[in-house]
């Protein structure tokens, strides 16, 4: 990756990915939204339930830091 790129450490939970892909590193030229994250994963924004940038809650629309850790987890029920 040159200067001015962007790197991600990605973690997937739940059933969203097959367990091979759950952890990947994404790399992109410039900023992107957590919500550009889940779609360059392949995954549907309706799938998520929470997401986090480096622990703290975010909406899909934040945009990721460089060298950020984004979690995803599907919907959550229970009780």
Known sequence: MGGGGFSF???VFGALLPP????QR?????PLTVRDVVV???LDPDDIGLA???GVQ???ER???AAS???LFPPMSGG
């Open 52 to 54: 986090t940038v480096n």
């Open 63 to 65: 945009e990721v830091p």
């Open 26 to 30: 994404l790399d992109a030229d410039g």
């Open 69 to 71: 850790r984004v979690c």
């Open 40 to 42: 360059r994963l392949g």
């Open 20 to 23: 091979g892909r759950r952890r």
């Open 58 to 60: 975010v909406p899909l």
């Open 9 to 11: 450490e990605v973690e």
